[in-house]
């Protein structure tokens, strides 16, 4: 493994081929045998992001090939050491945060102060799953626990990788979320094929070069560019695909659902997070909670608070307070570090500016005014929304935040539940018995009590309910995902008991 460190400028300019990427496929980085390349373009100015290799079945049935080939080996490489390639490759990013963080910027307006987190985020995660994979030890089992046996059965419990896992990530953190698959599925004896996101490409190619950089063996680790709507369904029904970890929208994701055969998947959705607010909780903290909640990154995560239900009759003091939060946050530039950024793309900001007219339309209360410039929405919150209204049961990603006013704590348990999703939702009391009893009662993978919705700290489990997912993320739940069971089973001729 190469020890040297990695802060040179031309760190990665193995990836590319004049003013185009290239993509990963069995330790080289390639040009694609279509010929031709995707650009993309800024959210924020429509000018060029960059420029990509548009992957044809050809590449991507070549990738495959190399990772199937390449598993094997690796999956027998001792794990200490595969925990040192992951180790090297967390130093590698961190290394490189400043740059990493660029491409963030540019490919899908994160501000800067939370594009180098993320990639902080990632090292950390991934350094974290090295760790933990090292510990996932099996297990002895003895028959004499059964009811009627002896102890004549030893079952020696393994976890043995799956094969090969094809990593979807999507635009809103292609780095973290491309890690949160990755490293799993290698710590495990997995190799990887990653689809890139078509907004957030390089940013997720570097996550595959950090890995590349840090002497993963050629083919454990691959990264194929291409739009989903082209090679997506070349890549989820290929036969040499052993599991799927997708991170998207819920009709990518049960589409794919719907295609592929019997192989294990990891689906992490759509959200439609509530945020409950009872008459007794710590209004400033809970105001403080929705507005971070609602508005980073523009609103662009699963995880967004996204509808508000304000238990009366604290709903007037709770808007005043939301709105006095939302007017301190800035607009603009995600190099200037603004709060609000522009959204991923047009048709993004068109869906969203539809959702807007219809809760205007319908009569909600515009309490933070909506307002557009291109691709930048300003933060818009509405009051008084009814259950007639669209942004009451759609996920906007984007900054539109609807608060809707409720009766009772069993009538907010009621609307929350009607959600198709059930990511996370968040209750805000001071009666901690209150707060069980309504996580009890919400069809959510999880409910925060007093904070705002979130994923991390990245080691916790994280999943969706009803169309929000399938299986659970976070570190040793992943590692669960992307191993099966296998035991052998040593029968005595006589039974034996381990004795002091
Ligand atoms: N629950 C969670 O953890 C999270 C959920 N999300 C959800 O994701 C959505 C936004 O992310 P976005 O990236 O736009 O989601 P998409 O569903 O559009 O895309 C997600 C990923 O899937 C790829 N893809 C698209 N079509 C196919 C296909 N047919 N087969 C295989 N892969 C395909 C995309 O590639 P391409 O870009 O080329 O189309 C991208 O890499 C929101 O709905 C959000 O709620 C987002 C983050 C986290
Ligand atoms: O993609 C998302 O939106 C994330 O999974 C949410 O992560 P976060 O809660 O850390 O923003």
Not at 67 to 83: C, F, H, I, V, Y
Not at 174 to 179: D, F, G
Not at 341 to 350: E, F, L, P, R, W
Request: aromatic share 8%; glycine share 8%; hydrophobic share 40%.
């Amino acid at each position: 493994m190469n020890n040297s460190t990695h802060t040179k400028s031309d760190t990665f300019s193995v990836m590319k081929q004049g003013n185009a990427f290239k993509f990963l496929s069995n330790g080289e980085w390639r040009t694609s045998s279509s010929g031709k390349t995707m650009k993309e373009v800024t959210p924020y100015d429509n000018t060029e992001a960059y420029e990509f290799q548009s992957c044809s079945q050809q590449d991507i049935d070549d990738v495959f090939k190399a990772a199937n080939r390449a598993q094997r080996d690796w999956a027998k490489t001792p794990l200490w050491k595969r925990a040192e390639y992951l180790r090297k490759a967390a130093v590698i990013l961190r290394e490189n945060k400043d740059e990493i963080a660029t491409a963030l910027v540019k490919e899908i307006a994160k501000n800067r102060k939370s594009a180098v987190s993320e990639v902080i985020r990632t090292a950390d995660l991934i350094e974290y799953t090295a760790e933990e994979g090292t510990r996932m030890v099996g297990k002895l089992m003895t028959s004499d626990s059964f009811p009627g046996q002896k102890r004549d059965k030893l079952c020696l419990v393994h976890r043995v990788p799956l094969g090969v896992i094809l990593c979807i990530p999507p635009f809103n953190y292609p780095v973290n979320l491309c890690a949160s698959k990755v490293a799993p599925a290698l710590i495990t004896g997995n190799s990887v094929v990653i689809k890139t996101p078509s907004q957030g490409a390089v940013s997720a190619l570097y996550l595959a070069a950090a890995f590349h950089l840090a002497g993963v063996p050629a083919g454990v680790v691959n990264a194929v560019t291409g739009k989903g709507s082209e090679i997506g369904d070349f890549l989820t029904t290929h036969p040499l695909v052993n599991c799927i970890s997708l991170t998207g929208g819920g009709t990518t994701g049960m589409s794919v659902c719907k295609k592929v055969g019997m192989i294990p998947l990891q689906m992490e959705l759509g959200g439609k997070d509530a945020a409950i607010i009872l008459p007794d909780c710590d209004l400033d903290l809970a105001a403080k909670a929705i507005v971070s909640g609602a508005f980073s990154y523009s609103a662009q995560r699963c995880t967004a608070v996204k509808v508000v239900l304000a238990v009366e009759p604290i709903g007037d003091e709770l808007v005043k307070k939301v709105v006095e939060g939302v007017k301190k946050l800035t607009v603009g530039h995600p190099e200037d570090n603004a709060d609000i950024t522009a959204v991923i793309n047009k048709s993004s900001a068109d869906y969203i500016e539809s959702l807007v007219f219809d809760a205007r339309q319908k009569g909600a209360s515009e309490v933070c005014p909506y307002k557009r410039e291109g691709n930048l929405l300003w933060p818009t919150v509405f009051d008084h929304v009814r259950e007639d209204m669209k942004i009451a049961w759609e996920e906007p990603f984007g900054p539109v935040l609807p608060i809707v006013r409720v009766k009772s704590v069993e009538d907010a348990i009621e609307f929350a539940n009607r959600s198709t999703m059930g990511l996370q939702g968040c209750v805000f009391t001071n009666d901690i018995e209150k707060a069980i009893h309504i996580s009890d009662q919400l069809s959510t993978g999880t409910v925060q009590v007093n904070g705002q919705p979130a994923r991390g700290p990245d080691h916790f489990p994280f999943q969706g309910f009803k169309d929000s997912g399938l299986g659970s993320q976070g570190v040793y739940f992943s590692l669960e995902a992307m191993t099966k069971v296998k035991s052998t089973v040593i029968n005595l001729r006589q039974e034996s008991y381990a004795m002091n």
